[in-house]
């Protein structure tokens, strides 16, 4: 069985900072495409940030010059780094992974950690 468990969530003011960990537990062969994706309250989740098993990533307009995603392949992990944060930045965040097993691959996906920011 594979879990995704995301850490490091809270409450922050405004331009305040975040650090969000996933690691991925179970039986894996490899880990392809992983992300952060968001919802607000009465919204759609959106893609937030992936980065690809090659190191190649890929930003949504709103977070582009303040969050940065990265991965740590030998700990498969995935974090992204919230800097001058902002009050539309409110959401539950979710990781996301691409994971070959055996046998199978498919879209996994934590179970979401809150991200408050305000004043």
């Known amino acids: 069985q594979v879990q995704l468990m995301e850490s490091g969530g809270g409450l922050v003011q405004p331009g305040g900072s975040l650090r969000l960990s996933c690691g991925i537990s179970g039986i894996i062969f490899r880990i392809y495409n992983m992300g952060w994706y968001r919802q607000a309250p009465g919204k759609q989740r959106d893609l937030v940030a992936t980065?690809?098993?090659?190191?190649?990533?890929n930003y949504a307009d709103s977070v582009k010059g303040r969050f940065t995603i990265s991965r740590d392949n030998a700990k498969n992990t995935v974090y992204l780094q919230m800097n001058r944060l902002k009050l539309e930045d409110t959401a539950v965040y979710y990781c996301?992974?691409?994971?070959?097993?055996?046998?199978?691959?498919?879209?996994?996906w934590g179970q979401g950690t809150q991200v408050t920011v305000s004043s």
């Open positions: 996301n992974a691409d994971i070959q097993r055996l046998g199978t691959r498919g879209d996994y």
């Open positions: 980065v690809t098993d090659s190191g190649s990533t």
